[in-house]
């Protein structure tokens, strides 16, 4: 069985019953886990390790949380009024908790499933979302992160050419993997609307909608969009339900072509007054 999890934010209290109400085990069984580990909920540091237990039966996306919590470790981002990740911060063993992090993956295939934290663009197939990630993911784990982490925020370049080079092009891949929610017909990224699908800004649409994007053969699934709702479908599955606001933790049990939903609900929701995923 492969359960792919949608964002968890710190919950680790919802995360371990949602573990035992799919009787999951390490010993039998595949963990891949959408990104957004950690901040907002209160317990990111108890998350990771509990994570961490599962050993290489577990897969780990990066989310533009735990790449703010590296962000910050490293010096790159000041600590914001809302983030709760300071019990990751504050351990004694905070060092090799922030080189474990930095080791996720952006993007996998797993199940048959291309699993993303956010979105893929419409000019990339599967492969090359997946080599892109690569190039992206040795830098993050090289010895160029702490330099990279202050070039990494911005939103330009707003869409994808191939002859993107450096900065640009790894800054792009991040926040298409990482932030994306809407784009337009020619992949621009829109990054200030958070609403749901609905509430697309005038020319652009929910990334998976794009006409004729080069993935839609594929089967993906995702997170970070909390607005979105809870989507299982035959090629989709969009799995941020807002637990840290409210809502359940939510994962799709995988095995073969069935797909079994679980949830659990959150027993340490957040005040109202959300920023989104």
Same mark, same amino acid.
């Given at each position: 069985?492969?359960?792919?999890?949608?964002?968890?934010?710190?919950?680790?209290?919802?995360? !371990?019953? #949602?573990?035992?109400?799919?009787?999951?085990? *390490?010993? /039998?069984?595949?963990?891949? %886990?959408? $990104? +957004?580990?950690?901040?907002?909920?209160?317990?990111?540091?108890?998350?990771?390790?509990?994570?961490?237990?599962?050993?290489?039966?577990?897969?780990?996306?990066?989310?533009?949380?735990?790449?703010?919590?590296?962000?910050?470790?490293?010096?790159?981002?000041?600590?914001?009024?809302?983030?709760?990740?300071?019990?990751?911060?504050?351990?004694?063993?905070?060092?090799?908790?922030?080189?474990?992090?930095?080791?996720?993956?952006?993007?996998?295939?797993?199940?048959?499933?291309?699993?993303?934290?956010?979105?893929?663009?419409?000019?990339?197939?599967?492969?090359?979302?997946?080599?892109?990630?690569?190039?992206?993911?040795?830098?993050?784990?090289?010895?160029?992160?702490? !330099?990279? #982490?202050?070039?990494?925020?911005?939103?330009? *370049?707003? /869409?994808?050419?191939?002859? %993107?080079? $450096? +900065?640009?092009?790894?800054?792009?891949?991040?926040?298409?993997?990482?932030?994306?929610?809407?784009?337009?017909?020619?992949?621009?990224?829109?990054?200030?609307?958070?609403?749901?699908?609905?509430?697309?800004?005038?020319?652009?649409?929910?990334?998976?909608?794009?006409?004729?994007?080069?993935?839609?053969?594929?089967?993906?699934?995702?997170?970070?969009?909390?607005?979105?709702?809870?989507?299982?479908?035959?090629?989709?599955?969009?799995?941020?339900?807002?637990?840290?606001?409210?809502?359940?933790?939510?994962?799709?049990?995988?095995?073969?072509?069935?797909?079994?939903?679980?949830?659990?609900?959150?027993?340490?929701?957040?005040?109202?007054?959300?920023?989104?995923?």
């Amino acid at each position: 069985m492969t359960l792919f999890i949608g964002d968890v934010q710190g919950c680790d209290d919802a995360l !371990a019953r #949602l573990l035992a109400e799919a009787d999951a085990s *390490p010993s /039998r069984d595949r963990l891949v %886990l959408l $990104g +957004d580990l950690v901040n907002r909920g209160p317990a990111s540091l108890a998350v990771l390790r509990r994570v961490a237990e599962w050993g290489g039966s577990a897969v780990r996306l990066l989310g533009n949380h735990d790449l703010h919590l590296l962000a910050v470790a490293h010096g790159a981002r000041k600590l914001q009024r809302d983030d709760s990740f300071g019990d990751v911060l504050d351990a004694p063993d905070a060092a090799h908790w922030i080189d474990w992090l930095r080791h996720g993956r952006l993007a996998c295939m797993e199940a048959g499933w291309l699993c993303v934290h956010a979105g893929v663009l419409p000019g990339w197939t599967a492969a090359r979302t997946l080599a892109l990630a690569a190039e992206v993911e040795a830098l993050l784990r090289g010895p160029g992160l702490a !330099a990279f #982490l202050p070039r990494m925020y911005g939103n330009a *370049p707003a /869409r994808w050419d191939e002859a %993107l080079q $450096g +900065d640009e092009r790894h800054r792009v891949v991040i926040n298409a993997l990482t932030r994306l929610r809407f784009c337009s017909a020619d992949g621009s990224m829109d990054f200030k609307t958070k609403e749901g699908a609905g509430g697309a800004p005038a020319g652009f649409m929910p990334w998976f909608d794009v006409p004729g994007r080069a993935s839609a053969g594929e089967r993906i699934a995702f997170g970070h969009w909390s607005t979105l709702g809870l989507r299982v479908e035959p090629t989709l599955l969009a799995l941020d339900t807002g637990c840290v606001w409210g809502g359940p933790l939510s994962a799709v049990r995988v095995d073969g072509p069935r797909l079994a939903l679980v949830q659990v609900p959150c027993s340490q929701a957040r005040e109202p007054g959300r920023t989104g995923s």
